[in-house]
Structures are given as C-alpha cells and as structure tokens.
C-alpha cells in the first residue's frame, strides 16, 4: 500500500525572541486502515522561523522529513487553503504529489495533542485568541458524470466493532482509520455506537468506486434546504450531489443519518456496491467530518 503523508505548514502560538511568531512544518503518515496504530506512524515535525517562511525553507524541511521516514510519500495532503502555493511548490520541486484535503484525520488529532503537550512547554508560549478566518465560500454542488449516478442508494449503519475486520472484506477501493481500542483516532466511541454510512448500488460500481478513489473524499453532508441532498464534499472545497432528497420520507432518514452522525463523533461511511445482494465492496471510505480552522 502505498505511503500517504499529512501536512501542516503554519505559525503556533509561540513568540521568538524577535516577538515573532513561531512557524512549524508537521507532517504524518495517514493511517490508511483500522489497524494502523498512531504510534507506528512517520511522524516529523521542525520549527522554522518567520523570516525564513518560503517555499525553499519548506522543501528543505521536507527533504529532511523524507530522509528520516522508512518510506518516501506517494502522496501528501494538506487542508489549509492559504498555504497552496506555498506547498504546492515546495511539493512539485521535489517531484511530490500534493493535494488540498480535508481527509487529514492523524494530523488533525496530533495537532491537537500538541497544542495541549507540546507548545506550553516552550518558552514563548501564549495563548492566543484565534485569528480571524478569511471566510471562503463554498461553490454549489456539481452532479455526478451521467455514466457514474448510482440507480439505487442506501442509509445503513454498522457498529463500530465491525470495522474491526474491515482489513478482511472484500474491497477493491477504500481507506479508513482506526476508531477503537487504545489506538483509536476517535477515542469517545464504544465498540456498539452506531456509525452511519451511505451504500450506492450500481451496475457500474467499479467504475463510480474508481472515480471516488481519485478525489480527495473529506465527508458527507446532508444539506436539507431547497432542493434537499446529500452533498459528497471532497478536496479543498468541492461538492457533488450524490442523491436527491425528493420526498418528505427521505428527508426524514437523511435527517436521522446526520443525527447518527453527531453521536457517533462526527464518523461515517461511504460504500458502493453493485447490488444490495453483493458481498463485496467497490469502493469501502470510513469518513469524519473535521473542523478544520
């Protein structure tokens, strides 16, 4: 399986001497499926100096991270908007390919983790009110190709102890994370919280399985308003429609797949089969819809 990294290049809230504000570029290896313990990830992480912010300071950094990680990355994501150029060059000088994600579940929780761990501990540490988001606006979803729209669709759930032995189904497209046990990215659910998922069935299964694979997927969203959808978000800021909502009934189950999705911390699951009889999987994505900022 091919090595996936996580990347974050930002400032931290942590002054230098200069009364500067600290940058720090972090990369992590995505886990990819529910065995992969967090601690057996690649994990780097160096500090960089304001003035030194650029796109040569950053691909040297990650040269540095490459020489020190057990595998180089086929592929790296990263989910500030801001930062595109910047990394995208630094990525694209080093033959890397990069791309604008909000599938970045290992490095959104070692964010975390360091922002409660690691940044008090240094000594221009402040606590700082979060800056003000530039707000961007979300584009209105596209439909799916004609050749790829599922002619049936499902809402289901799994408890989260079937995912366990998800590294055995059947699959010819997926990722996923862990969710349980003492490895978990998401340690608040139980092994019998309900995770909400989403099943196309489609005569053409492999194929749609195929194009989801190469996008970015980030989460699924329910949108209730005129016209009521379920909206695919993938990428930076793309959306597709996956189905309409087209009768009050649907709009009721729609709305009980999002308050599943609530409790089971924001984790779900997109499938694709060929038929509800099947028993395998075109395409397998265990998601979390991420706040990320």
Same mark, same amino acid.
């Given at each position: 399986?091919?090595? =996936?990294?996580?990347?974050?290049?930002?400032?931290?809230?942590?002054?230098?001497?200069?009364? /500067?504000?600290?940058?720090?570029?972090?990369?992590?290896?995505?886990?990819?499926?529910?065995?992969?313990?967090?601690?057996?990830?690649?994990?780097?992480?160096?500090?960089?100096?304001?003035?030194?912010?650029?796109?040569?300071?950053?691909?040297?950094?990650?040269?540095?991270?490459?020489?020190?990680?057990?595998?180089?990355?086929? @592929?790296?994501?990263?989910?500030?908007?801001?930062?595109?150029?910047?990394?995208?060059?630094?990525? /694209?000088?080093? +033959?890397?390919?990069? @791309?604008?994600?909000?599938?970045?579940?290992?490095?959104?929780?070692?964010?975390?983790?360091?922002?409660?761990?690691?940044?008090?501990?240094? !000594? +221009?540490?402040?606590?700082?009110?979060?800056?003000?988001? &530039?707000?961007?606006?979300?584009?209105?979803?596209?439909?799916?190709?004609?050749?790829? &729209?599922?002619? /049936?669709? !499902?809402? =289901?759930?799994?408890?989260?102890?079937?995912?366990?032995?998800?590294?055995?189904?059947?699959?010819?497209?997926?990722?996923?994370?862990?969710?349980?046990?003492?490895?978990?990215?998401?340690?608040?659910?139980?092994?019998?919280?309900?995770?909400?998922?989403?099943?196309?069935?489609?005569?053409?299964?492999?194929?749609?399985?195929?194009?989801?694979?190469?996008?970015?997927?980030?989460?699924?969203?329910?949108?209730?308003?005129?016209?009521?959808?379920? =909206?695919?978000?993938?990428?930076?800021?793309?959306?597709?429609?996956?189905?309409?909502?087209?009768?009050?009934?649907?709009?009721?189950?729609? @709305?009980?797949?999002?308050?599943? /999705?609530?409790?089971?911390?924001? &984790?779900?699951?997109?499938? &694709?089969?060929?038929?509800?009889?099947?028993?395998?999987?075109?395409?397998?994505?265990?998601?979390?819809?991420?706040?990320?900022?």
């Amino acid at each position: 399986m091919a090595t =996936v990294w996580e990347l974050d290049f930002y400032s931290r809230p942590i002054l230098d001497e200069q009364q /500067k504000k600290l940058w720090e570029l972090v990369v992590c290896e995505s886990p990819l499926d529910t065995r992969r313990a967090p601690e057996s990830l690649f994990r780097y992480a160096q500090f960089c100096p304001s003035s030194q912010v650029n796109s040569a300071w950053l691909r040297a950094a990650l040269e540095e991270a490459i020489s020190k990680a057990p595998a180089p990355p086929a @592929k790296i994501r990263f989910f500030r908007r801001q930062m595109n150029n910047m990394i995208l060059k630094a990525c /694209k000088e080093l +033959g890397l390919d990069a @791309k604008p994600s909000r599938h970045t579940i290992a490095l959104h929780r070692w964010l975390q983790q360091r922002m409660q761990e690691v940044y008090p501990k240094e !000594a +221009g540490f402040q606590l700082m009110a979060p800056a003000a988001s &530039v707000r961007m606006e979300s584009p209105a979803p596209r439909a799916l190709p004609d050749a790829l &729209v599922g002619q /049936k669709w !499902a809402f =289901v759930t799994l408890e989260a102890s079937a995912f366990e032995e998800m590294h055995e189904w059947e699959i010819d497209f997926g990722e996923a994370f862990p969710i349980l046990g003492e490895h978990s990215l998401v340690p608040q659910l139980t092994p019998e919280t309900p995770i909400p998922g989403l099943i196309i069935f489609s005569p053409r299964a492999l194929a749609l399985a195929g194009w989801i694979s190469g996008l970015e997927l980030a989460f699924l969203k329910v949108d209730l308003n005129s016209p009521a959808r379920i =909206v695919l978000e993938t990428g930076a800021s793309d959306r597709w429609i996956l189905a309409n909502l087209t009768n009050p009934q649907l709009q009721a189950e729609a @709305k009980g797949f999002d308050d599943a /999705k609530q409790k089971a911390q924001m &984790v779900h699951f997109l499938a &694709v089969q060929s038929s509800p009889q099947s028993e395998s999987f075109a395409g397998f994505w265990l998601l979390e819809e991420l706040n990320l900022s």
